[in-house]
Nanobody, 115 residues
Framework: QVQVVESGVGLVQPGGLLRLSCAAA????????MGWYRQAPGKQRELVAT???????NYADSVKGRFTISRDNAKKMVYLQMNILKPEDTDVYYC?????????WGQGTQVTVSS
């Protein structure tokens, strides 16, 4: 059984930074894509950033230049470095692992950007 667990919940001031981490556990055969999504109450979950097993990245326009995704394939971990945070980045952030069209989600971690 595949499990995905996020860490890095935080309250940050505008302009600040925060790093989220995510670990995948279980029997997972490569290749697989890992990434981050976010969701505000009453809204659809939206892509933040993803990275394929080979290192190809995809970012939402709203975070380009501010957020950086990285991963450690050997440890089955993915990270999201978030810089120059804005109040509109406040959301619940979900880690995702996708393999052969099947999605595995973490439980979500709250990120709040407020002064």
């Amino acid at each position: 059984q595949v499990q995905v667990v996020e860490s890095g919940v935080g309250l940050v001031q505008p302009g600040g930074l925060l790093r989220l981490s995510c670990a995948a556990a279980g029997v997972i055969f490569s290749p697989f894509t890992m990434g981050w999504y976010r969701q505000a109450p009453g809204k659809q979950r939206e892509l933040v950033a993803t990275m394929t097993h080979g290192g190809t990245t995809n970012y939402a326009d709203s975070v380009k230049g501010r957020f950086t995704i990285s991963r450690d394939n050997a440890k089955k971990m993915v990270y999201l470095q978030m810089n120059i945070l804005k109040p509109e980045d406040t959301d619940v952030y979900y880690c995702n692992l996708r393999r052969l069209g099947i999605d595995y989600w973490g439980q979500g971690t709250q990120v709040t950007v407020s002064s």
